[in-house]
């Protein structure tokens, strides 16, 4: 038995699966809110104690949303160290691997079936050619899939946390307000829920919203104000949004261009699969596309959606199953 967990900031998911050639198949899946518990080592035993057949863990894994160095990760939006040594011992596991939360998502990209995807280009995908992740949710995360002897190596990155770059004067406007509330202006701000929030405030200023006030709640602020944009229940929450899904196509365009993903760019997260009538508009892909000189070749650069909400915790399957593989 294959033991997987996605570790979010918000929400963490934990499953059983069976090994598999590929793809590992679901047993069973919790998902528990993250800040109930005080570690990690909690969350798998209350798991564990639930399904006391589980039998032998042949292997686990868990994504985790924050770095990791020497498989000793500090969670970037939970107050959490989490050692895997140490929590495999714990629990007498063969191995325990740490990933980043999108490194781990990666790892799903080479098994996801076409249901499971929302084409925004088809483009011309190289055989051989690198890929690349970018999702937004509660944060946002990179990753990069390099090609490498016939097979997607998964890397993590920390890009989310790297300076935002406006190409707009309104854009413009929006760093300044980042910097005046934060001292500096990075992508996470613009491209998250919290993202979404700090857009909403200033593009709205001083003006009431229209469709009522989304309030400060960071999970249902965003999507009220999402929904009020493509409602067209306010003029300036659809601005808001356009700002949003301009800003993540042109970091998505970067994220193409840092990695050559010749063989396509995935976009993940919570929040592209909820917003999905703003992500076909074309405003993401027209703003991914417009890099000057680089343009004709991002016209070839497939692009596409992860709808599959579980891909974080099927990645971090797939790693696990691969572990288990290669130490039969």
Not at 102 to 109: C, D, E, G, K, N
Not at 149 to 155: A, E, L, N, Y
Not at 202 to 216: F, I, T
Not at 237 to 255: I, K, P, Q, R, S
Request: glycine letters at 10%; a negative charge; one cysteine or more.
């Amino acid at each position: 038995m294959l033991l997987a967990g996605d570790i979010g900031a918000t929400k963490t998911l934990i499953g059983l699966f069976t090994p598999a050639e590929e793809r590992p198949r679901q047993v069973d899946v919790r998902a528990v809110t993250t800040l109930e518990y005080d570690s990690l080592e909690a969350i798998i035993a209350r798991f564990l104690d639930d399904h006391p057949a589980a039998g032998f863990i042949s292997a686990a894994t868990f994504g985790v949303a924050g770095p990791i160095v020497e498989q000793v990760a500090k969670l970037t939006n939970v107050p959490w160290e989490v050692d895997a040594a140490a929590v495999r011992d714990l629990f007498g596991f063969p191995s325990l691997t740490l990933l980043n939360d999108l490194q781990a998502m990666a790892y799903s990209v080479p098994v996801l079936e076409p249901s499971e995807l929302e084409v925004l280009q088809e483009g011309r995908p190289a055989p051989t050619g690198n890929a690349a992740l970018i999702a937004a949710g509660t944060g946002l995360g990179e990753a990069l899939l390099h090609y490498v002897d016939g097979r997607f190596i998964p890397s993590p990155t920390e890009g989310g946390h790297a300076d935002y770059a406006p190409r707009t004067p309104r854009e413009i406007g929006l760093l300044e307000a980042l910097i005046r509330q934060h001292g500096r202006g990075e992508y996470e701000q613009v491209l998250s829920g919290r993202g979404i929030m700090n857009i909403f405030r200033y593009v709205h200023g001083e003006s009431p919203c229209a469709a009522g006030d989304p309030g400060d709640d960071p999970t249902n602020g965003p999507a009220r104000v999402s929904a009020a944009a493509l409602e067209g229940r306010c003029p300036l929450c659809v601005e808001a949004l356009d700002l949003f899904v301009t800003a993540y196509g042109a970091e998505a365009g970067n994220l193409a261009l840092h990695t050559l993903a010749t063989a396509g760019v995935f976009v993940g997260g919570g929040i592209a699969p909820k917003i999905l009538p703003a992500m076909r508009s074309g405003a993401f892909m027209e703003a991914f596309r417009a890099k000057g000189l680089m343009t004709e070749f991002l016209n070839d650069v497939p692009v596409s959606i992860i709808l599959n909400d579980r891909a974080g915790l099927l990645g971090a399957a797939v790693h696990a199953n691969a572990t288990a593989r290669s130490a039969r």
